[in-house]
């Protein structure tokens, strides 16, 4: 299948500062993108949908101007944490939908292998 | 809100069993329910995915059963290994393309 790339693995950070995950799709067009995020032995909750060239859309309760998500070409979507706190701490994980490529079957979802964030 | 709801949270089962995980769900506009596997540190990896259109859809060991009027649906494990101890999520959407609605999951192990 299509492939969906995240960077970093794992990264940690000071309280305070901001951090970058980028999310890419290696081998087809991702004309959307979703990120999650996972607490430990829980599920997957929806943080925001993004729609290349557009502002994303952000679920109830998902600070916008905190978790910020940025689709500017349509193969690389990117979540910065700004001012993280410890709370932040937790596996993030991008998936994408879109068109193209020899391994995208359609309208599937594809997801990235995650990053985990420690927030220190 | 939880629109997805699955059980059981946590499942044993011996080598060569059968798992079945349930999931139902109250949005009559889903009509995508795929199921993922999980194994720890990694992300979900889709398993198998089902339409409204039929009630059942195998691929090698992995069934999935769908009850339209119930609105429920559920996987089958047929023989399971112990490379199958993971946690399973089922989720839904209105179209396969959209944002799925995951399940709590389900933490497998399948013991040797």
């Known amino acids: 299948g299509a492939v969906v790339s995240q960077h970093p693995s794992w990264v940690i950070c000071k309280s305070g500062t901001s951090v970058k995950i980028e999310c890419r799709s290696l081998?087809?067009?991702?004309?959307?993108m979703f990120w999650y995020r996972q607490f430990p032995k829980q599920s997957l909750m929806l943080m925001a949908t993004?729609?290349?060239?557009?502002?994303?859309?952000?679920e109830q309760g998902v600070e916008k101007d905190k978790f910020l998500i940025n689709h500017a070409s349509l193969t690389l979507s990117t979540l910065t944490v700004t001012s993280a706190h410890p709370e932040d701490s937790s596996f993030y994980i991008c998936?994408?939908?879109?068109?193209?490529?020899?391994?995208?079957?359609?309208?599937?979802?594809?997801f990235g292998e995650g990053s985990w964030l420690t927030v220190v | 809100q939880q629109q997805v709801k699955q059980s059981p949270q946590s499942l044993i089962v011996q080598k060569g069993g059968i798992s079945i995980i349930n999931c139902a769900y109250e949005?009559?506009?889903?009509?995508?329910f795929p199921w993922y596997q999980q194994f720890p540190g990694k992300g979900p990896a889709l398993l198998i995915a089902?339409?409204?259109?039929?009630s059942e859809k195998k691929e090698g060991r992995f069934t999935i059963s769908f009850n339209k009027s119930a609105k429920q649906f559920s996987l089958h494990i047929m023989d399971s290994q112990p490379g199958d101890s993971a946690t399973y999520f089922c989720?839904?959407?209105?179209?396969?393309?959209?944002?799925?609605?995951f399940g709590k999951g389900t933490s497998l192990l399948v013991t040797p």
């Open positions: 998936s994408a939908r879109g068109t193209g490529g020899p391994n995208y079957s359609g309208n599937t979802i594809y």
């Open positions: 081998d087809f067009q991702a004309t959307t």
């Open positions: 993004s729609n290349e060239g557009s502002k994303a859309t952000y």
């Open positions: 949005n009559t506009a889903f009509d995508y």
């Open positions: 089902i339409r409204p259109d039929v």
């Open positions: 989720a839904a959407s209105i179209d396969s393309g959209y944002a799925l609605n």
